[in-house]
């Protein structure tokens, strides 16, 4: 096989599915741990949509703007990249710890952050413009500070939720609200919140459990043509394969059709 044909080999391989992105910090990262969304989301849109997860553990909006301009592919090379149909953003977490620790970002500049992360898929004038790209900003959860009790302030993290809903009514964009369905499922009482936070911080089963649904019911309400249930399979079922003829049916096509 020559060079070239082996180029070749790597770009198919690259983009045989559009994508669903995850971006974020720990609680992103962790979403591919067994007890995540990420596998969850992943077995819905299997043969779909790939799940990609970019999850930082640690980082807050101050690195994650220059690491997305890594991450995001130009608009003059989307031809060579794969399609990312959905975006989640979910930082805050650790925006929100108490200074003078590094993690900190000031809530102004948490939500100017927050907003150029939106726009530099959705400006025109961004070089990352992606048009077709739908985005779903997450909110960080409560913090259980009976859990985690150092450099976390339950009231200060409740104010970083709350803008991360300012920044998507001001971009347009829909928040999936983990604080509140958190809190509220938690019976607005901060200790019970352990019955969704493995260590006062990071979600367990039940606490991704309320994020998944969350981002289901927005794709469900405001991004209905790319609900799992509404796409083909990139490559047919197995039961349509042409048996005289194989290679006639089986090409690559649009999960949304």
């Not at 400006?123 to 960080?140: K, M």
């Not at 009976?146 to 409740?158: A, I, L």
């Not at 300012?166 to 919140?193: F, H, L, Y």
Request: net charge negative; with cysteine.
């Amino acid at each position: 096989m020559t060079k070239l044909q082996w180029i070749g080999v790597d770009m198919a391989l690259a983009y045989t599915q559009d994508v669903i992105l995850l971006f974020g910090d720990s609680l992103t990262q962790g979403a591919w741990d067994r007890s995540g969304f990420a596998q969850q989301l992943a077995s819905l849109y299997v043969r779909k949509f790939d799940v990609v997860n970019r999850g930082l553990s640690g980082y807050q909006t101050d690195w994650a703007i220059p690491v997305f301009e890594q991450i995001l592919a130009q608009q003059h090379k989307h031809r060579h990249a794969p399609k990312v149909q959905l975006l989640t953003i979910w930082f805050g977490a650790n925006d929100a710890a108490l200074p003078p620790s590094t993690q900190h970002v000031p809530r102004d500049r948490y939500k100017t952050n927050l907003t150029c992360l939106v726009n530099m898929v959705k400006s025109p004038t961004s070089a990352f413009y992606s048009p077709d790209t739908r985005v779903i900003l997450i909110t960080p959860p409560p913090v259980n500070t009976h859990q985690w009790t150092n450099g976390r302030d339950f009231e200060e993290t409740k104010l970083y939720a709350a803008a991360a809903k300012e920044v998507g009514a001001q971009v347009g964009v829909p928040v999936a609200d983990a604080w509140t369905e958190i809190w509220e499922a938690a019976g607005r009482d901060e200790g019970a919140c352990e019955k969704f936070l493995s260590d006062g911080l990071h979600l367990n089963a039940a606490g991704y459990e309320i994020v998944l649904n969350s981002i289901t019911k927005i794709v469900e309400e405001e991004y209905p043509e790319i609900h799992h249930e509404k796409l083909q399979m990139v490559f047919i079922p197995w039961s349509d394969v042409n048996a005289e003829d194989p290679r006639s049916s089986l090409n690559k096509r649009r999960a949304i059709e």
